[in-house]
């Protein structure tokens, strides 16, 4: 796959078990997003990133923390996590923050993340 | 805040049909942009078609386009000669003009599209 890549695609983990989902884009874009989608609801921004800097944390629990290294690559360190947080998880990049409609946004394939 | 809401959680369509897909939004912002996402199975979701609220003429993508009514708050899609490819969740998304909304995208609950052989 090109563009946006994430893994795992699928992760099972225990509710005391400490997991990372990875992102990474080959678009050379400098923004990056976290997005949970549960069923019959609307995707939920999570995290949004520009140049490294977080800018945006949407109200999210602790034990969901990012970590954006450098531009291409982002990850969402989970711990201790509770049932109702099983989701599919997307990460998007896109070029910047601008508000045009033409700095799209770029989905990867999501993990789908089961707790137990 | 705004919102977007998807009336349609399932819809139908017969190969080489016809089908339009609703959306409506609420902003009191009068410059925006809107969207529509295709979301196949297992697969990434991709943009189909995209809006910007200060253009009055309709977007169009080949066999996509859309009815964008303003004062309405509508943004219906419509997928013309529809292929067994359609099949896919389909979700509008909304994003502010405004620079400090930070390019955020509202999305809606999504309408799952099945195609009919």
């Known amino acids: 796959e090109t563009g946006v890549t994430q893994t795992p695609r699928h992760l099972v983990m225990g509710m005391t078990n400490k997991k990372s989902l990875k992102c990474e884009q080959h678009?050379?874009?400098?923004?990056m997003y976290w997005y949970k989608q549960s069923a019959k609801k609307p995707l939920e921004l999570m995290f949004v990133?520009?140049?490294?800097?977080?800018?945006e944390n949407n109200s999210v629990p602790s034990r969901f923390s990012p970590e954006c290294p450098n531009s291409s690559h982002l990850f969402l360190h989970l711990h201790t996590l509770q049932p109702e947080d099983s989701a599919l998880y997307l990460c998007?990049?896109?070029?910047?923050?601008?508000?045009?409609?033409?700095?799209?946004?770029?989905f990867g394939p999501g993990t789908r993340l089961t707790v137990l | 805040a705004q919102t977007v809401t998807q009336s349609q959680p399932e819809m139908s369509v017969q190969e080489a049909e016809t089908v339009t897909l609703s959306c409506t939004y609420d902003?009191?912002?009068?410059?925006?942009?809107l969207f529509w996402y295709k979301q196949p199975p297992s697969r990434q979701m991709i943009l189909v078609i995209r809006?910007?609220?200060?253009?009055?003429q309709n977007a169009t993508e080949n066999r996509f386009s859309v009815n964008f009514q303003k004062a309405a708050k509508s943004f219906s899609l419509k997928i013309s000669d529809s292929q067994l490819g359609d099949a896919a969740m389909y979700f509008c998304?909304?994003?502010?003009?405004?620079?400090?909304?930070?390019?955020?995208?509202?999305f809606g609950k999504g309408t799952k599209l099945s195609v009919k052989p």
């Open positions: 809006q910007e609220a200060y253009k009055q």
């Open positions: 998304a909304y994003r502010s003009a405004d620079g400090g909304s930070q390019g955020n995208l509202i």
């Open positions: 998007a990049s896109s070029p910047g923050l601008a508000s045009s409609s033409y700095n799209e946004q770029f």
């Open positions: 990133y520009s140049l490294e800097e977080r800018v």
């Open positions: 902003t009191s912002e009068s410059d925006y942009y």
């Open positions: 678009l050379g874009h400098n923004a």
